[in-house]
């Protein structure tokens, strides 16, 4: 069974970090990239961060630039978020998302929570 378990989603304050952790297990023969989306309350799930697995190059929506950073360990087949200056608009459902010769693949999700 393909899968994707996400970790490290907690309550932090304003200003404070989080590492996120996304592992993909199962017979994945070949991942082409891996990224990640949010959720908050009342809102359409959105694009974060995307890593191409092979080329490394890194994508991310402009909210975030300069604060968090997509990294990835191939040989552990699991991507991290660090995310760093976090703010309460940063607060949503975080999910991990892989484009696998499996298909299209979808975490659980972790919840972030950023309040004082």
């Known amino acids: 069974q393909v899968q994707l378990v996400e970790s490290g989603g907690d309550l932090v304050q304003p200003g404070g970090s989080l590492r996120l952790s996304c592992t993909a297990s199962?017979?994945?023969?070949?991942?082409?990239?891996m990224g990640w989306y949010r959720q908050a309350p009342g809102k359409e799930r959105e694009f974060v961060a995307l890593n191409n697995w092979t080329g490394g190059r890194t994508y991310y929506t402009d909210s975030v630039k300069g604060r968090f950073i997509i990294s990835k360990d191939n040989a552990k087949n699991t991507m991290y978020l660090q995310m760093t200056n976090l703010k309460p608009e940063d607060t949503a459902v975080y999910y991990c998302n892989a484009e696998t010769d499996s298909g299209s693949l979808w975490g659980q999700g972790t919840q972030v929570t950023v309040s004082s």
């Open positions: 199962g017979s994945i023969l070949f991942i082409y990239t």
